[in-house]
């Protein structure tokens, strides 16, 4: 028995995004055909909706009453796997976002795997994302790779261009899933908000904010963060656009947990430096803009090893970082 992790809550009928139709369908016709691979690597950019196809594609595979567009929401199976109860279904992700996978997790998989189906024709494993594994756990899971059962289904998610392991790769069918054009996006961000929610001014700034990914935006746009996180963003990018340093980021800063900080300033220079002409990539406050980057990647580094837990120090940096583009 799996539990889903709490960011992951299907509704009774798992549909892909608009812009996994395609992907849907071929994945849909291969499987009336019996040719769908026993092992996939879901490629794809994390906020776009990957992990939701990855559960629309298990369930479906699952489900004793599929159609077409997805699973029934209505037959046992499907009631199972909405609450994350189901025998055949094994889920694996990391306890955090960041977290690690550990070898502990791909034994329980690997045990899971050597069973046979409890209610219906097949086990799905589901793995996201896979660059979360360990060496360690890499090698281990390469035993299910490596002596697929024809009754279980393996779908890896994972970043597109991640470098995972070769002999993980070559054992997958890998499937590159489009990211949505920011329209689109839009669009069904604001549905999924619904009119009481949705200011179009809040999800254009959170959209640009998150890259264009909708999800990502979503999750963002429902937190308590969110209004802190769109006034650092704005600080952040009228500091960069009018030139010169801003008393408020201190304060931006103040008001947005430390993950949050690095993400937002990270994504606010990353547009900065995209939309620069090219004459301009190699001026003092560019060539400052790249150095802020790599200040931030070390400071999530540093985090992350737990090297780095002072939170002062942290928005220290990251603050002297960004007014010191225009330090003479
Ligand atoms: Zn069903």
Not at 48 to 60: E, K
Not at 185 to 192: D, I, K, V
Not at 249 to 277: I, K, M, Y
Not at 284 to 307: D, M, N, P, V, Y
Request: with cysteine.
């Amino acid at each position: 028995m799996t539990e889903l992790p709490p960011r992951v809550i299907p509704p009774a009928q798992s549909r892909c995004l608009p812009w996994h139709h395609a992907t849907w369908s071929s994945l849909d016709t291969l499987f009336k055909k019996e040719r769908l691979p026993h092992a996939m690597l879901l490629e794809g950019q994390p906020g776009t909706g990957r992990n939701r196809l990855a559960l629309s594609l298990a369930r479906y595979l699952l489900c004793s009453n599929t159609r077409s567009e997805g699973n029934c929401g209505g037959c046992k199976t499907c009631i199972l796997t909405a609450s994350g109860a189901h025998p055949d279904l094994s889920i694996v992700m990391p306890a955090e976002t960041g977290k690690a996978i550990g070898i502990d997790a791909i034994r329980e998989v690997i045990r899971f795997a050597a069973g046979t189906p409890t209610l219906g024709r097949y086990k799905v494993i589901l793995v996201s994302p896979a660059e979360s594994l360990t060496p360690a756990a890499f090698n281990a899971f390469l035993k299910c790779l490596e002596e697929p059962s024809s009754e279980t289904f393996i779908v890896m998610v994972s970043a597109s261009g991640y470098p995972l392991p070769a002999t993980i790769r070559s054992r997958c069918q890998r499937w590159q899933l489009p990211s949505p054009a920011v329209p689109l996006g839009r669009e069904w961000l604001l549905e999924a908000l619904g009119e009481a929610e949705a200011s179009s001014q809040l999800v254009d700034s959170m959209l640009e904010l998150c890259g264009g990914r909708p999800l990502e935006a979503l999750e963002k746009l429902q937190s308590d963060d969110c209004d802190a996180l769109i006034s650092l963003h704005r600080t952040a990018r009228t500091m960069l656009q009018e030139g010169r340093p801003s008393r408020a980021l201190e304060q931006g800063v103040a008001n947005v947990q430390p993950d949050s900080t690095l993400d937002v300033l990270e994504s606010t220079l990353q547009s900065w430096l995209r939309e620069l002409p090219a004459t301009q990539l190699r001026s003092q406050e560019a060539l400052r803009g790249f150095a802020a980057l790599e200040t931030i990647a070390q400071l999530r580094a540093a985090k992350r090893s737990g090297t780095n837990p002072n939170v002062d120090l942290l928005r220290f940096t990251v603050t002297s970082a960004m007014n010191g583009l225009w330090d003479k």
